[in-house]
């Protein structure tokens, strides 16, 4: 069964006060909530922050701790890398892997994220994996093959198993922190082609298990139109994640 999930990413932001701060506010909020109890949600602070967002996380339901990335090594002579292990033993259970951020600035290869992914799941952590396309390849018509590739060049060396660990996360580049969020058609007809391509892959079993989500720009006023979409089973949520208030009302969006 397709989970619903809202993961929240808060990129380089925060200082550390202000991230316990936030983590307390959302942990308020959800403490008793049972309506979002069944939607998995996570927080994917900085490295620094993990442990304490962990912590502060322990006690509500499906409530998880993420990192925003990995080394796609074990360990060893690394200067700077953290591993998957070094995650899982803060507290970490879900890894962002090929953000766009990551493939353009530290032009991160499908081959250094394969190795990732494999790295994750050898240490029975869930990739939540990023694919989208830019702007140039989505008005040259080429959103579909880059996507396509991404997916191919990366995961589909897994078996069926291993595919229906990953969370994909579907975030068109040019939706990512511009405020431009791709619209509901948009995002869904995407979702769909990579949920068919899963299908062709792996089959059916696998191609509905797998949660996709949309991440761009999603925010406090969009999230329910999204979510409404028959194959958005989620956000992914950058900006809107930083202020507890909206974040939580994200997690709310869902169709009853
Ligand atoms: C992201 O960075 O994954 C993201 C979706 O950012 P934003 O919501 O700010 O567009």
């Known amino acids: 069964m397709r989970k619903k999930i809202v993961a929240g990413n808060w990129k380089m932001n925060k200082l550390y006060s202000e991230a316990v701060e936030l983590v307390d506010e959302i942990t308020i909020m959800l403490k008793d909530d049972i309506k979002s109890d069944d939607?998995?949600?996570?927080?994917?602070?900085?490295?620094?922050?993990?442990?304490?967002?962990?912590?502060?996380?322990?006690?509500?339901?499906?409530?998880?701790?993420?990192?925003?990335?990995?080394?796609?090594?074990?360990?060893?002579?690394?200067?700077?890398?953290?591993?998957?292990?070094?995650?899982?033993?803060?507290?970490?259970?879900?890894?962002?892997?090929?953000?766009?951020?990551?493939?353009?600035?530290?032009?991160?290869?499908?081959?250094?994220?394969?190795?990732?992914?494999?790295?994750?799941?050898?240490?029975?952590?869930?990739?939540?994996?990023?694919v989208g396309e830019s702007q140039e390849k989505r008005h040259a018509k080429e959103h579909f093959s880059v996507v396509e590739k991404q997916i191919s060049d990366s995961l589909f060396h897994l078996n069926a198993a291993e595919f229906g660990k990953v969370v994909l996360a579907y975030e068109p580049v040019w939706a990512i922190g511009t405020g431009l969020t791709a619209t509901s058609q948009q995002a869904q007809e995407m979702h769909l082609f990579i949920r068919t391509l899963i299908d062709k892959k792996y089959g059916k079993e696998t191609a509905n298990s797998v949660s996709i989500l949309y991440g761009g720009s999603c925010n406090a006023k969009n999230a329910a139109e999204l979510f409404a979409c028959p194959d958005v089973d989620g956000g992914l949520i950058g900006g809107a994640s930083l202020v507890a208030k909206d974040f939580v009302t994200i997690i709310h969006s869902f169709p009853s």
């Open 39 to 130: 939607i998995v949600k996570i927080l994917i602070p900085s490295f620094p922050y993990l442990r304490k967002v962990a912590r502060h996380s322990h006690g509500i339901k499906n409530l998880f701790t993420g990192a925003q990335n990995c080394a796609y090594e074990e360990g060893g002579a690394f200067t700077g890398e953290v591993s998957a292990a070094m995650i899982k033993s803060l507290g970490g259970t879900h890894i962002i892997i090929g953000h766009s951020e990551r493939r353009s600035y530290f032009h991160e290869t499908h081959e250094e994220l394969k190795k990732k992914v494999n790295i994750v799941l050898g240490q029975s952590l869930t990739p939540i994996f990023c």
